[in-house]
């Protein structure tokens, strides 16, 4: 089975502060995602890397950054945390899109809370 | 702009059958997929189609018709488990750095 799985399920930091949300899995897929998800909004997509050290911005990059260094670890930093990134961050990963097959397995998810 | 639109809510009776629908408009489509969320926990992989038709698989059964930017999933014998969130996702080229769009999702709730 696909495991991904996410450092923390629920994390409280404070304005300003830098944060680190840590995601690995374990089946050797080539592409990893950050989503967040709030409420009435879905999930909206914030980075993505189809390779090592490869990034893509998704459709609300501002105030984020990311890092894979290692093919199984994709880490999504906020850089000066604020009250409006209080939110569920989703991590995913996926084999190489082709035509047969696109799954996306996702982890747990964190709970960040900024105060 | 890309977008997708699906229903907020909908309500079902247990061992019915209901539709739910997803129209899309994006720059460029390369397959719709679906996903289920239960409260709490992590969306799970429902179905994908990249071609015109119905793709089924158990209960559940996904259907696109790109002529009309518009797929929806059927799920029938509806049981209490089925209680979930549902969001259709619209993959936007065929290269991997292509992107994914989530719709906002459905609620589905049953009804005993």
């Known amino acids: 089975d696909v495991k991904v799985t996410q450092s923390s399920r629920y994390l409280v930091k404070r304005t300003g502060e830098k944060v680190f949300l840590e995601c690995v899995q374990d089946?050797?897929?080539?592409?990893m995602f950050w989503y967040r998800q709030d409420p009435g909004l879905g999930l909206r997509l914030i980075y993505f890397?189809?390779?090592?050290?490869?990034?893509e911005k998704g459709d609300i990059p501002e105030g984020y950054s990311v890092s894979r260094e290692k093919k199984e670890r994709f880490s999504l930093i906020l850089e000066s945390a604020s009250t409006n990134q209080t939110s569920m961050y989703l991590c995913?990963?996926?084999?190489?899109?082709?035509?047969?097959?696109?799954?996306?397995?996702f982890g747990p998810g964190t709970r960040l809370t900024v105060t | 702009g890309q977008s997708l639109e699906q229903p907020s809510e909908v309500t079902a009776v247990e061992g019915a059958i209901v539709q739910i629908n997803c129209t899309y408009q994006?720059?460029?489509?390369?397959?719709l997929s679906w996903y289920q969320q239960h409260d709490g926990g992590a969306p799970t992989f429902l179905s994908y189609?990249?071609?015109?038709g119905l793709e089924e698989t158990g209960r559940f059964s996904s259907f696109l018709s790109r002529s009309d930017s518009y797929g929806y999933l059927l799920l029938q014998e509806l049981q209490m488990k089925d209680s979930a969130s549902y969001f259709c996702?619209?993959?936007?080229?065929?290269?991997?750095?292509?992107?994914?769009?989530f719709g906002s999702g459905t609620r589905l709730s049953i009804r005993p």
């Open positions: 189609n990249a071609l015109d």
């Open positions: 089946m050797d897929h080539e592409n």
């Open positions: 994006t720059s460029g489509f390369y397959g």
């Open positions: 996702a619209v993959r936007g080229g065929y290269s991997s750095a292509s992107k994914i769009i």
């Open positions: 995913a990963s996926s084999l190489e899109a082709g035509w047969e097959l696109y799954e996306q397995y």
């Open positions: 890397s189809y390779d090592v050290k490869m990034k």
